[in-house]
Nanobody, 123 residues
Framework: HVQLVESGGGSVQAGGSLRLSCTAS????????MGWFRQAPGKQREGVAR???????SIADSVLGRFTISKDNAKNTLYLQMNSLKPEDTAMYYC??????????????????WGQGTQVTVS
């Protein structure tokens, strides 16, 4: 049974920082591609950052320079460091994992495994 558990969300003022964590269990963590996604009320879910096999990462243009994705294989945990937060970053943030990498296309986001989400509110 694969499980992804996010934590670290909360309410912060604009310009503040948060670090989200996603702890994985139930499979060999390092063999999967993992990513962070977010969904604001009334908006489509979008990709934020991705950590792929081999250690390479990618970041969405909207958060480039402010967010950083990293992972600790020993702890089976994926992180999203969010700095210089803006009100438009307010959303539910989800962690996802898939052998072929979770992705967004045609208005939807797809991945084999998803966490329950953690709320980030920036005011």
């Amino acid at each position: 049974h694969v499980q992804l558990v996010e934590s670290g969300g909360g309410s912060v003022q604009a310009g503040g920082s948060l670090r989200l964590s996603c702890t994985a269990s139930g499979y060999t963590y390092s063999t999967y591609c993992m990513g962070w996604f977010r969904q604001a009320p009334g908006k489509q879910r979008e990709g934020v950052a991705r950590s792929v096999r081999g250690g390479s990462t990618s970041i969405a243009d909207s958060v480039l320079g402010r967010f950083t994705i990293s992972k600790d294989n020993a702890k089976n945990t994926l992180y999203l460091q969010m700095n210089s937060l803006k009100p438009e970053d307010t959303a539910m943030y989800y962690c996802a994992a898939d052998g072929n990498c979770p992705y967004c296309s045609g208005g939807g986001c797809y991945g084999r495994h998803w966490g329950q989400g953690t709320q980030v509110t920036v005011s």
